[in-house]
């Protein structure tokens, strides 16, 4: 049975001082979801309320129909994978995942069945009498992942489990997670302050800020529609530029302007803040564009970043093109750009509301 | 961070153990204050102790002189002691390992052992000095502020060395490699990149060799000759039973707490201040040196740890002598041996059976405690944490005494038995309880929290996780309780009766009766004690190396 976890109006308190105030989520069973935000933002904290080792100052918790506020850690059945491992240093690797089996009414026989099953199942068997500190940060990754998931947990809570590791490793063991937990069907909570990390394994993701929840949504709306200007540069990178909208007409500083059809509000005018993403940009040869000078640019096989600067405002911009054969375009040479108007984000003054049409939150709050 | 924890167990623990505090800890030293300000017939609040202490210059003068002796020792083990320990992290010295062992034996010695070595060797009729008068030589005398200095220094500097030692383990070598590759010299890198890494090590060894130092009273009692420290004037004060005042004892007990408090919290600030977080992925290696660097530290190694273990080597030598009464004649036999049997056989039994009780104890109390003032903080564990440091600021002889006071009263007595066992505790505890603190604060919580999530009881996750992690702490500070405990001297020599007498009593009493054959005896039994100690601890610590590896 998928467990699926329900956080209504979660508070936080550190003495006086206030770190999460009334949070709402909403976690499908079986589904990879994953708290990403700054470090400070409070998604570690939520995480360990889910756990249970931190108290609970306000708000309801529950897995299912349960709820879990008072229950001890032990009993919620969870599966937990921190950030430094927590692997039992005087434990073998094998005893280090049949340590949660132990507790549990598992006969004798059994026992070493199911832990070799998992120790297979996450490539460890060859070391399963080794003590952990013989074993690399990937190993030690995995043996705690076996010790998670062997004891066939309701939820696998795991906190940055990928941070100490180099970048290498970091992308092979996300695939190996997010396989894994395919696999198992397992609803999952992921902590992460890793954009890239997040898209890569997530099914929806909560991004967080401030202890507030900025957004829920897929990797992909949360790309293509955030819905706010944090959202927009925590995820993915973009250039954001002051403008004025009259109505439907938006023109830049630089007296560029273009007509937008797929505004909320069509009536809405005044300063607003455009979010350009790098391949938003199309480099054209129409003269009634923006005009701009390159800088510099980095060939990255697939892609060509181009750094430039608006002609008539100084301001820079970040540019990526699909490589082609011809050559690379030269330092100060002018160019023209347009915007990808279907692609483009534009809000309100202040940041807080993304203007154009489509955006999918979940977030209730 | 102090968080509100429900009621349970470790609330029990931690009010069983504040109460074993309160009352052989609280209790007894408050009956010294009581002792120390009021009048014994009236009951009145008096200060007339206090004024005859600070009034009459041969009283006040011992405070003096044990403040000379203590940082004198202090200064000269920190100038040896410093160099030696990292001499032997980045030199390869000749007979390291047995170095090592050396410096062991010569830290764990009763310091007063060392003192009545000297003695023979140096002292009036000593055999050195006996040799130089007869080519001419007249040696200055060993009694005194410097015969005192001298075996301090010498029993104390191991202290100091096993501090750095260990806090050489902690500095990353690339720090050392970054310090030379912007140009510094291994001299300078020494000077500006190791020595303020370690000085927080440095600075904790220091307060513990002053405050040995300044407790210490086998040594001035037989060495300092006219020259008189504090510890020796509570003793003498105590237990002379003709001009002895147990008030005035108390009084001198007061302020020689109050002094080792002052100095206690001068140092907490300063360690605060220059305390680093180290932690070395590559420790200090051994390096490349020129040949004379490498000829002088030798020089220096073996020089050092020869004059800290010649008192050893030399009681043993001497306890093979023959002897005629109280004096030393040709031929070797183990007469002393037999003598010191018959007498005294007893006392090494003792030193076995009452140590290893108290250390059954220290164990069971130290991990308790390192847990509630770790994982448990609350105002109450933080309270007991700094009670528990208390014994490390109260000399030996003030325990003995507040013991004697409070607890052989005309109303009852406890047995002596049970209070040597609790003096023991308490003054030795503190080595376990450091050490299980240390370990358990460097255990990320994490650990246990995964044990937790796992289904593991509370207390399932205490035997199962947190204990095992603990044993490493738990066993080294054990160790250097139970060293300490059966080289203990200043408690024990007060509270002991006839069926308690431990060795080092033993052989205190045969040195003052001037019976050395027979103390050399005991002597060389307690250093084979102490030695195989050492070596079982090592076998152990390479165990659980191996199984490491």
């Known amino acids: 049975m998928k467990v699926n976890i329900t956080i209504k109006n979660a508070v936080k308190k550190y003495g006086n001082n206030t770190v999460i105030s009334g949070m709402n989520v909403k976690v499908k069973g079986g589904e990879f979801f994953t708290l990403l935000g700054p470090s400070g933002c409070g998604k570690t904290t939520l995480l360990r309320m889910i756990a249970g080792f931190n108290s609970i100052e306000g708000g309801d918790f529950y897995f299912n129909d349960k709820r879990i506020n008072q229950m001890d850690p032990g009993k919620r059945n969870i599966g937990m994978v921190f950030q430094n491992y927590a692997i039992f240093p005087h434990l073998s690797v094998a005893n280090n995942v049949a340590f949660g089996l132990k507790n549990r009414k598992i006969s004798k026989e059994q026992l070493p069945i199911e832990t070799d099953k998992f120790l297979k199942l996450m490539q460890i068997f060859e070391f399963r009498d080794r003590m952990p500190d013989k074993l690399s940060g990937g190993q030690q990754q995995r043996v705690a992942l076996a010790r998670a998931l062997v004891i066939k947990p309701a939820v696998l809570l795991m906190d940055e489990p990928l941070s100490n590791l180099d970048a290498k490793l970091r992308v092979e063991m996300r695939g190996v997670i997010k396989e894994i937990q395919n696999k198992m069907g397992i609803t999952t909570v992921y902590v992460t302050h890793d954009q890239e990390e997040a898209m890569a394994v997530s099914d929806r993701i909560a991004v967080l800020n401030k202890g507030e929840i900025q957004h829920i949504g897929t990797p992909k709306d949360l790309y293509q529609r955030p819905a706010n200007l944090f959202v927009a540069t925590f995820i993915g990178r973009t250039n954001i530029f002051e403008a004025e909208l009259n109505k439907t007409i938006l023109t830049l500083k630089d007296g560029f302007s273009v007509k937008l059809n797929n505004l909320i509000d069509e009536k809405h005018s005044g300063k607003v803040q455009l979010s350009v993403r790098p391949e938003e940009f199309v480099i054209t040869d129409d003269k009634d564009s923006i005009h701009a000078v390159i800088d510099d640019s980095i060939f990255l096989g697939l892609n060509t970043h181009y750094f430039a600067h608006i002609a008539k405002t100084n301001e820079k911009i970040e540019i990526i093109q699909e490589s082609s054969i011809s050559n690379i375009i030269p330092r100060g040479t002018k160019i023209n750009v347009k915007l990808n108007l279907e692609k483009i984000n534009l809000f309100d003054e202040s940041g807080d509301q993304n203007l154009i049409l489509g955006v999918k939150n979940d977030n209730e709050a | ?549």
């Open chain 2, 1 to 549: 961070m102090i968080t509100k924890h429900k009621y349970d167990v470790w609330g029990t623990v931690t009010i069983l153990i504040t109460l074993f505090y309160v009352a052989f800890l609280v209790v007894p030293l408050g009956m010294i204050f009581y002792q120390a300000f009021f009048d014994k017939e009236t009951h009145m609040l008096t200060m007339d102790y206090f004024i005859k202490f600070f009034s009459n210059k041969y009283y006040f003068m011992t405070l003096l002189n044990s403040l000379a002796v203590s940082l004198s020792v202090t200064v000269l083990a920190v100038l040896i002691g410093v160099p030696l320990g990292y001499f032997f992290a980045v030199y390869r010295i000749r007979g390291k390992r047995f170095m090592e062992v050396l410096i062991l034996i010569a830290s764990v010695s009763a310091p007063f052992i060392g003192a009545y070595s000297w003695i023979l060797l140096f002292g009036r009729s000593g055999v050195v000095t006996a040799a130089l008068s007869t080519i001419g030589i007249e040696m200055p005398s060993i009694y005194g502020f410097w015969g005192i200095v001298l075996v301090l220094t010498f029993r104390m500097f191991p202290l100091i060395f096993l501090y750095v030692q260990g806090a050489m383990k902690n500095v990353d070598e690339s720090l050392l490699e970054a310090s030379e590759s912007l140009g510094r010299t291994k001299i300078q890198t020494f000077f500006t990149v190791v020595l303020p890494l370690i000085t927080p090590t440095i600075l904790a060894g220091s307060l513990l060799v002053f405050m040995r130092a300044m407790s210490d009273f086998g040594t001035p009692m037989l060495i300092g000759g006219g020259y008189r420290t504090f510890p020796a004037l509570i003793y003498t004060q105590f237990m002379s039973e003709i001009s002895g005042d147990d008030g005035f004892a108390s009084t001198i007990a007061i302020i020689a707490i109050i002094l080792m408090a002052i100095i206690f919290m001068v140092q907490r600030l300063a360690a605060n201040k220059f305390s680093f977080k180290m932690n070395a992925l590559h420790p200090v290696t051994i390096s490349e040196h020129t040949n004379w660097s490498k000829v002088l530290v030798h020089i220096f190694t073996y020089v050092t740890i020869a004059i800290a273990i010649i008192p050893q080597v030399y009681v043993i030598y001497t306890s093979f002598k023959n002897t005629n009464g109280l004096i030393f004649v040709d031929g070797y036999s183990f007469m002393s041996y037999t003598q010191a049997f018959d007498k005294l056989g007893s006392s090494i039994w003792n030193t076995i059976r009452i140590p290893a009780i108290a250390l059954l104890v220290i164990v069971l109390f130290s991990i308790l405690i390192a847990y509630v003032t770790v994982r448990r903080r609350t105002k109450a564990t933080g309270a007991l944490d700094i009670v528990s440091m208390i014994p490390y600021i109260v000399p030996g002889s003030v325990i003995g005494i507040a013991f004697s006071i409070t607890y052989r009263n005309p109303w009852f007595t406890v047995p002596g038995l049970a209070l040597m066992l609790i003096a023991l505790v308490l003054r030795r505890m503190q080595y376990t309880i450091r050490s299980s603190v240390a370990t358990l604060s460097q255990i990320p919580i994490s650990t246990e929290e995964a044990a937790i999530s796992l289904g593991a009881s509370k207390f399932k996750t205490f035997f199962s996780v947190t204990m095992p992690m603990m044993s490493a702490g738990i066993i080294s500070g054990a160790i250097l309780s139970w060293i300490s405990l059966i080289t203990e001297l200043s408690s024990s020599i007060i509270l002991y009766t006839t069926k308690t007498q431990t060795l080092t009593v033993a052989i205190y009493s045969q040195v003052l009766r001037g019976n050395y054959g027979i103390a050399a005896a005991l002597s060389t039994i307690l250093t084979v004690l102490t030695i195989i100690s050492i070596l079982i601890s090592m076998k152990v610590s390479d165990g659980r190396k191996k199984e490491k590896n």
